[in-house]
């Protein structure tokens, strides 16, 4: 069973850089066919989906957001991170990391199967 804990920093300025971590435990990151995910929901609004890294290593990322966003995996500590740059008031919202075991690269909220309890980021001065 797949278990996903995600830490972020809360409050942070515009233009800055979001940096929040998501922890995996219940098996190895690379496990096979595993993609791990950033879904972020906006105060009053649905979920989007941000990007995905996949168990080789490959990302792909929302077109509207993949000037400013990065996402990796550190396989010896079993954890995902995010990095977004040039942080806007209008990217607060409640970070959730999430995983899913597909024959294909899962785009939409729905597809995917685990998700951890979520991190609040506000953006504001």
């Known amino acids: 069973q797949v278990q996903l804990q995600e830490s972020g920093p809360g409050l942070v300025k515009p233009s800055q850089t979001l940096s929040p971590t998501c922890a995996v435990s219940?098996?190895?990151?690379?496990?096979?066919?595993?993609?791990w995910s950033w879904i972020r929901q906006p105060p009053g609004k649905g979920l989007e989906w941000m990007g995905v890294i996949a168990y080789d290593g490959n990302a792909y990322y929302s077109p509207s957001l993949k000037s400013r966003t990065y996402i990796s995996v550190e396989t010896s500590k079993d954890t995902m991170s995010l990095q977004m740059n040039s942080l806007k008031p209008e990217d607060t919202a409640v970070y959730y990391c999430?995983?899913?075991?597909?024959?294909?690269?899962?785009?939409?909220?729905?597809?995917?199967?685990?998700w951890g309890q979520g991190t609040q980021v506000t953006v504001s001065s």
């Open positions: 219940g098996g190895p990151i690379t496990r096979e066919y595993y993609t």
């Open positions: 999430a995983a899913a075991s597909r024959d294909h690269i899962p785009y939409e909220p729905g597809e995917y199967d685990y």
